[in-house]
């Protein structure tokens, strides 16, 4: 099994700036909740709010503080595009999957923007998002992943070299402008969505661990390290790449991604054009975003994870690697880091997440670069169901869906 101490991230900008915005309380009685909900990260978050909006009882424990694993690790840049692209994506799980994914994804950015809105938090910013490629020899295949989009619903036009050095300051040769895209600060906003749903009902508990998990006919037992059981009707797993240590099925391969972000007002402002987010068809990629106060913060370099060591050990090299990659996307400007950190996260084989019942227990895992867009789709799809609403889309993310 995955242990905790071998996957938490290294001090993240988001913590390190933001601290422990609140405290919640230990678990310490016997209690029961129409649901239950395991794992205090954005995904577990959204599924709160939306099951609590949705006048659902729900209790959500984590083992650790809030927001403590993957989600203070995430650069959160909020995109419809998958880690694979999707013309290649159509040709794994047919068009009409692909293409599906993909305006889902592209939906919940929009659902994403007017949740924030509704719960009064304002730390995120609208953007437009562009895929580019250094290289000449893939202008086919921008152009491709261009059609297809276009053929998804999707509005995007392709830039040549010239716009790119003009609009954007950036050394390549051809890319794909979406006018579709975001960017947030998905630990301060996982605090934010608990405080919301905590006014309408919901109860958190966090450095409390599930010790076991009892399923009987018409509820589940759940016991924690502290002694006590809650008593549910439903349990929801949403504890991303932790969920190796509840189930036995091998559906996810693990890697590590670093990230970088440099020094405040770094000149952010005027380096590319409406602050896009960025990123590339390099294997591995990288990608580029703002934050609020123009700092830069640029990610990538990802490698299959096998423990903490090795993973940290690879944290300066890294860093170094992707100061290198910034002056050779932008000759004129440098990149002088303030903190830089790694964190661990999942891929399937066919780059969706895994959502719906498994073995009496439900799953809202966004595995991928899309986890806050796919946690999303997750808790929407959840409360449909447990409302007893049929959602056709289902099936794409199922367990039951055929592996490639």
Not at 98 to 103: I, L, M, N, P, V
Not at 135 to 155: L, N, S, V
Not at 270 to 280: F, G, T, V
């Amino acid at each position: 099994t995955l242990s905790l101490h071998d996957a938490l991230p290294i001090w993240p900008f988001w913590l390190i700036n933001d601290g422990l915005l609140f405290h919640y309380p230990k678990l310490h009685h016997h209690t029961e909740s129409e649901v239950v909900i395991i794992g205090g990260g954005i995904s577990g978050a959204l599924t709160a709010y939306f099951l609590t909006e949705a006048g659902i009882d729900c209790v959500l424990i984590d083992k650790r503080s809030i927001g403590l694993g993957s989600t203070c690790a995430s650069t959160s840049l909020l995109q419809y595009e998958l880690d694979i692209p999707l013309h290649l994506l159509s040709k794994k799980i047919g068009w009409n999957a692909a293409s599906r994914t993909y305006q889902l994804c592209g939906e919940a950015i929009e659902i994403l923007i007017s949740i924030m809105t509704n719960i009064g938090y304002k730390e995120f910013e609208e953007r437009n998002s562009l895929f580019f490629s250094t290289y000449r020899k893939e202008m086919q295949f921008i152009q491709d992943e261009c059609k297809a989009r276009r053929d998804a619903g999707f509005i995007v036009d392709i830039l040549c070299k010239d716009e790119l050095k003009k609009n954007f300051g950036l050394a390549a040769e051809s890319g794909i402008l979406s006018v579709k895209g975001a960017s947030v600060n998905a630990y301060s906003l996982t605090h934010a969505l608990l405080q919301y749903s905590m006014e309408k009902g919901l109860r958190v508990y966090d450095d409390t661990e599930i010790v076991a998990i009892t399923h009987r006919k018409n509820f589940s037992e759940i016991k924690t390290n502290t002694g006590n059981t809650i008593k549910a009707g439903k349990v929801i797993n949403a504890t991303g790449y932790e969920v190796v240590n509840f189930i036995g099925k091998n559906i996810v391969d693990f890697y590590c991604t670093y990230a970088a972000i440099s020094q405040e007002d770094q000149q952010g402002k005027n380096i590319w054009k409406n602050h896009a987010l960025l990123w590339n068809t390099d294997d591995p990629y990288v990608y580029l975003r703002c934050t609020n106060d123009d700092r830069i913060i640029i990610g990538g370099h990802d490698v299959r994870f096998s423990n903490k060591v090795t993973r940290d050990i690879f944290l300066e090299r890294k860093t170094r690697m992707l100061e290198k990659d910034f002056s050779r996307l932008f000759p004129h400007h440098s990149f002088q880091t303030a903190f830089s950190w790694c964190g661990t996260f999942g891929k399937t084989k066919d780059s969706l997440p895994y959502i719906g019942n498994y073995k009496q227990t439900y799953y809202a895992l966004g595995f991928g670069g899309n986890g806050i867009t796919f946690s999303v789709i997750a808790a929407k799809l959840l409360c449909e169901l447990f409302q007893g609403k049929r959602n056709p889309d289902a099936a794409i993310f199922s367990f039951e869906r055929k592996s490639v």
